[in-house]
């Protein structure tokens, strides 16, 4: 018997029988035809599945979708509430923080989800002291997104995006 | 010189630029980074079923028997192909391509099996469930230089001599004051694209004689569908595909590989049924192509002044031995530097192994490692600057043909990227720099790629709604042809750029080449120009509505008086721990000549993409082939390390100005290919000259620097 | 992957009842490491039993050290404040492992029961010991570069990956467990089990066992104490080598240290004999080497196709060395 589950994705509400061993990724993907989480590895090596999840950064390759039950689902296509261009959308595209685009939208989710742990001030690997608030340069920015690979090697636009992002939002 | 100033008779005129060297945003942006656009596994289909490879777990043999029984039993299941049941193919000459037509195992993961189930999950489980039984050959997977059985390839890729020899490399050797002898080594490399090979399938056996359509991720629709259409025994004008987005590819999705072949295979078993067959990462290191290993035997024979007397390269690389594939390693060392004696040759090994295939910058990435570092050691060797010691060697012209070059401007890019860099009054001494620490270093590597113009091309362009629409079926693979081409057909057209619209992507538009060799905007640019030119001849300024015109790349008669190429110099700076011999690089530089920038932003990602490509292959890739078992070891993207993030620190690129009036009518050379040549050799130049320890064998691990406890 | 049921029980006696009573069946936490060997099918279990909204997500004050609620995401224990000023070390170590995201989805409970990255155990078309007992090793004279040196048998020379494993075994945590039978503590370093003949088992867990918590007993000494992880990649790769250390020095004499190695071994390698060699040694260069020396004296490095991990024997003495003279500056 599969279980009824809820998922509220880009806001809008989805009631679903699903195959227990459904990735959120695949449900997304092939069930909903929400197209824009990427299937980069399928096994959290490569971050193009990045998704918010209650708005944290998760990956949606390694979440499964049973386990999603009345959660929040945000999408690169789905970060603002009236549909206009979130201010991470622009610096990325304003900056070339990108090339074949495919990483691109778990790179925008990822970097929503990392500017809001650095609000909270969380540290990062390359905090150099742990128990101190963290500044945002650039190496920040790099650690705290190397969980998103981009092969055409866009890092030092991204790092650009998300400091253009970080100005614009804590402005 | 200026666009204006151009005489003689074969001369390409040059476009006046406008829209050309702006530094416009991505066309495509917006929809990429909301992830609206659309890539092969997310075609727009109507209830599409899902396709999962059985993959072979032995090196060499044969399948002697699949059985489907319990893989059949799964509800869901539409259709299992194996070499029993799968269709026969018209043409099997490529043994690559010849998917399930025999139960012969010519290395591990090729495909010997497919699952077509109604849903991802059932497919995968039901794939799983396929038992086969193997009659086990003894296999052979291991590379070495001293083989017996080496032998010479007829030529390798595309069409280059396999050897190659002017004067008398020996006689050089012995009688040079100063002579050097080293072997270099690259290993196995995979693209690893962020989008694996994927394909939406769909056959319709009742539209006309059959239809085939393909959602493809390539590098070049048209070429997938001759391939795709020979294969199965169909007419070209049956099959269409369309790739309007690619998730990158760095030319492993420039020739179609057996999944391609599979998925048009598999949609035929389920008519009517859109058919989703994407590789899985694991997969990508067995089907989709790669680096082969290259050993290098690298010469130098030079004056107490740093004029090489002769250079030589005999390179060693494998092959797989159901197909050739020969990647022209030694081809750079032909025509890069001044000497009168030289040598290059090709050896390679014919193994048990998956299909080699080309990877960004084949021939010229592995092929600038060897003699460039090699270089830096004469340099060390002779007391020299190693930026001097290249500029000492600058040919007046084409060292191997003799031609002129048409540009060439390495001692620009040299002198203008050692000055951006820092490099002028350049400690030489290695291994004396520790800060905070770390051990310090710099080092440079010249870089070069041909200029390539591809045969065919044909562009159309029309009038329509007040807008100049051109279509051709070229390929925007993260490259920016989206929206370099309408720059192009803007000035040739003479309006603003934002009254164009260049349509990619589909083979209802007219064919193009591949995009590959870095020869895209080269090539389709050159027909979008010719088309806008009789567009203009025939219509004049003032079209009507529906006004029309095709029109083809044309032969570029230049290309026979010149040597055309593409240059550049990289400069790294290495930190080296001292204590851990971690290996980080905080600055990389890379100053190029590459004709006419055609956009400045998309112009510098290129670039700095294959640097940082660049910086991978030095510092990490590798791809770990076990001898025992044929496979690639570390087969994902956890343990096969592409470049993060935070290894890219310091990363710039730039370039000098430079009007090339022969390559094209946008005096523009590729750029996708070049920023990744001379890096590796930079950064092992740079570790030697933080440490003292020279790296001859790539990936530049810790473990190669690292002190004795 | 074959087809499995999905439950999400109430609270957490029943989901230790529900996986007891069925020999198939699995805990599922964050996700990250069973998915993704469902995924390979490295196991094929026949229930799933989630028990990401059971376990606790607190972190309370327990007799002046620390209890983690085993659904604890591995990046709120990072940000914690009183984990950061009192146990920089295991900070630093969860900080350093995989990713934001997989640190978003990882939790204090699963984060220790992550299996070996060896390919060769993910890849179920080659033999392995541990997912398959009696089919052979192929890490052996295979690639090895990535294997342990420390600890291993003639059946498996895997490493645990685990990071913040390295600094939970430094600290002397204490893994709060339930099960069918009831509650019990056990010391983190007897978690893990080296792999001898028996390579399939991981941990002393039986079946049906659930960590609940994590307990960080009270270490004034931990306050100076750190992570140094060594790897290719910059980020977002395991360790070649990792150490976790804290040290108490009193006048320029090693009073007392906590010392772990990660990516050594079968487990996170609690490294006692190196703590012996330093108590009461002058703070040198070479004392520190010379505790990293009796450690390694049992080391056996692997040959391998790429090279093997001999070198590992070197990165480690010299990692240990390098850490312990951080640490012995901020104290001075």
Request: one cysteine or more; glycine letters at 10%.
């Amino acid at each position: 018997m599969d279980p009824d589950t809820t998922l509220r994705v880009d806001g809008v509400t989805h009631h679903l029988d699903l195959d227990p061993r459904a990735s959120l990724l695949d449900t997304l993907r092939q069930r909903l035809g929400v197209m824009s989480p990427k299937k980069g590895c399928d096994h959290g090596q490569c971050g193009a599945c990045t998704v918010l999840v209650d708005g944290r950064r998760v990956l949606a390759c390694l979440s499964l979708a049973v386990a999603q039950d009345g959660h929040e689902i945000t999408t690169a296509d789905g970060l603002s509430e009236d549909g206009a261009d979130h201010p991470v959308h622009r610096a990325f595209v304003e900056e070339d923080a990108l090339q074949c685009g495919y990483c691109t939208p778990g790179q925008v989710c990822s970097a929503v989800g990392a500017l809001d742990e650095f609000a909270r001030g969380w540290p990062s690997a390359v905090t150099t002291d742990v128990a101190a608030d963290p500044e945002l340069d650039d190496a920040e920015i790099a650690e705290r997104m190397s969980g998103n690979l981009c092969r055409c090697g866009a890092y030092k636009g991204i790092r650009a995006a998300v400091a253009d992002a970080h100005r614009e939002v804590s402005r | 010189m200026t666009d204006t100033d151009m005489t003689g008779t074969d001369m390409t005129p040059a476009l006046a630029p406008h829209a050309i060297g702006r530094d416009l945003a991505r066309r495509d942006g917006a929809a990429k980074v909301r992830g609206t656009a659309f890539y092969a596994d997310e075609s727009p289909v109507e209830n599409p079923v899902y396709c999962r490879i059985v993959a072979s777990t032995i090196a060499r043999g044969r399948a002697v028997s699949v059985d489907t029984g319990e893989a059949e039993g799964l509800d869901g299941v539409l259709a299992v192909l194996t070499p029993a049941t799968a269709e026969r193919l018209a043409s099997t000459s490529d043994a690559e391509l010849a998917v399930l037509q025999d139960d012969r195992v010519g290395f591990r993961g090729q495909i010997v099996g497919a699952v077509v189930a109604e849903s991802f999950e059932v497919a995968r489980d039901a794939a799983a469930r396929v038992r086969v039984e193997y009659e086990v050959a003894a296999h052979d997977a291991a590379l070495s230089a001293d083989r017996d059985d080496l032998y010479t390839p007829d030529q390798v890729n595309p069409t280059y001599e396999t050897d190659t020899a002017q004067g008398d490399m020996a006689a050089a050797m012995a009688s040079a004051p100063v002579t050097l002898e080293r072997t270099y080594t690259t290993p196995m490399l995979h693209n690893n694209p962020m989008e694996p090979h994927a394909t939406t399938a769909l056959w319709e056996p009742d539209r006309g004689a059959g239809a085939l359509t393909l959602y493809d991720s390539t590098q070049g629709v048209h070429p997938v569908r001759s391939t795709v259409a020979a294969v199965l025994g169909l007419d070209e004008d049956q099959v269409r595909v369309v790739c309007p987005y690619v998730g990158g590819g760095f030319g492993s999705k420039g020739m179609p590989h057996a999944n391609t072949v599979l998925a048009a295979m598999a949609a035929r078993a389920v008519p009517g049924r859109p058919v989703r067959v994407a590789l899985t990462r694991q997969q990508m290191f067995s089907l989709a192509g790669y680096r082969t290993p290259t050993i290098q035997q690298v010469q130098l024979a030079a004056q107490r002044d740093g004029a090489l007397d002769g250079i030589a390269i005999d390179v060693v690389e494998q092959t797989s031995r159901i197909k050739e594939f020969a990647e022209q390693t030694g081809v750079p060392t032909r025509n890069m530097y001044a000497a009168p004696n030289r040598r290059t040759t090709h050896r390679l090994a014919a193994l048990d192994v998956p299909v080699p295939s080309w990877m960004r910058a084949p021939g010229e990435c592995p092929g600038m490692f060897g003699p460039e570092v090699a270089l830096d050691e004469l340099a060390a060797e002779l007391g020299m600057d190693p930026v001097e010691l290249r500029i000492r060697n600058e040919p007046d012209v084409d060292p191997e043909t003799g031609k002129p070059f048409s540009t060439r401007n390495l001692v620009a890019c040299l002198r203008r990227g050692a000055e951006q860099f820092g490099w002028p009054g350049r400690d030489p001494r290695p291994g004396v720099r520790l800060e905070g620490g770390w051990w310090i270093g710099t080092g440079v590597a010249s870089a070069t790629y041909p200029v390539y113009r591809m045969p065919v091309s044909t562009a159309v362009i029309g009038y329509s709604g007040g807008r100049y629409v051109a279509r051709i079926g070229a390929a925007d693979i993260g490259t920016g042809a989206w929206t370099v081409l309408p720059q192009i057909a803007a000035d040739a057209l003479g309006v603003p750029v934002q009254e164009v619209e260049v349509l990619i992507g589909d083979t209802e538009y007219p064919p193009a080449s591949v995009a590959g060799g870095s020869s895209g905007t080269t090539t389709w640019g050159s027909a979008l120009v010719a088309a806008a030119e009789q567009f203009r001849g025939k219509f004049g300024a003032d079209p009507h509505e529906g006004d029309e015109i095709e029109a083809s790349v044309p032969e570029n008669a230049a290309s026979e008086r010149f040597a055309m190429h593409a240059y550049g110099a990289h400069f790294a700076e290495v930190a080296v721990h001292a204590d851990t011999g971690e290996v980080r690089v905080p600055r990389l530089h890379g100053t190029f000549a590459a004709g006419r920038i055609v956009n400045p932003r998309l112009a510098r990602s290129q670039l700095l993409g294959g640097m940082t490509m660049g910086l991978g292959m030095a510092l990490m890739e590798d791809s770990v082939l076990d001898p025992r078992t044929g496979h690639v070891v570390n087969h994902d993207l956890a343990e096969y390390h592409v470049a993060t993030n935070a290894d890219v620190a310091d990363l710039r690129a730039d370039w000098v100005h430079e009007d090339d009036p022969h390559v094209n009518p946008m005096g523009s050379k590729g750029i996708g290919e070049i920023g990744i040549v001379g890096t590796a050799a930079a950064v092992a130049n740079a570790a030697w000259h933080a440490t003292g320890v020279r790296v001859r064998d790539l990936p530049l691990t810790l473990d190669k620097v690292l002190p004795p406890a | 992957m074959r087809p499995f049921a999905y439950q999400a029980p109430d609270d957490t006696g029943a989901a230790v009842r529900s996986v007891a009573e069925r020999p198939d069946a699995v805990f599922l936490g964050g996700g990250t490491n069973l998915v993704d060997h469902l995924r390979l099918g490295v196991v094929s279990p026949g229930l799933l039993v989630d028990v990401t909204a059971l376990t606790s997500t607190e972190i309370t004050e327990v007799g002046g050290g620390l209890r983690v609620g085993a659904g604890v995401p591995n990046s709120e224990l990072a940000a914690d404040a009183r984990v950061r000023s009192r146990y920089p070390v295991l900070a630093q170590a969860l900080l350093s492992g995989a990713s934001g995201q997989l640190r978003n989805m990882a939790t204090t409970g699963g984060n220790p029961l992550q299996r070996t990255r060896c390919m060769y155990f993910q890849d179920v078309s080659t033999p392995c010991n541990k997912r398959e007992p009696g089919s052979g090793c192929s890490a052996i004279g295979g690639s090895t570069r990535n294997h342990a040196v420390l600890g291993t048998s003639e059946h498996c020379i895997a490493t645990h990956p685990s990071d913040m494993a390295v600094a939970m075994a430094a600290l002397d945590a204490q893994v709060l467990v339930l099960g069918p039978d009831g509650e019990r503590t056990i010391p983190f370093t007897e978690l893990h089990r080296l792999p001898g003949d028996t390579p399939e088992r991981d941990t002393v867990l039986e079946h049906g066992e659930l960590i609940t918590a994590i307990d960080l007993p009270e270490l004034p000494m931990a306050r100076r104490s750190r992570y140094r992880k060594v790897r290719d990649r910059a980020s977002y790769a395991f360790a070649l080598v990792s150490v976790a250390a804290a040290l108490d020095v009193d006048g320029g004499v090693v009073r007392e240290a906590r010392i772990a190695f990660g990516g050594v071994a079968h487990a996170p390698w609690r490294a006692r004999r190196a703590e012996e060699a330093l108590r009461g040694a002058t703070v040198s260069d070479e004392s520190f080497a010379a505790a990293a020396a009796a450690e390694l004296t049992d080391a056996r490095p692997q040959p391998g196709v790429d090279g093997g991990n001999e070198f590992k024997i070197a990165l480690l003495t010299r990692t240990l060395v390098a850490t312990l003279r951080d640490l012995a500056r901020e104290e001075a």
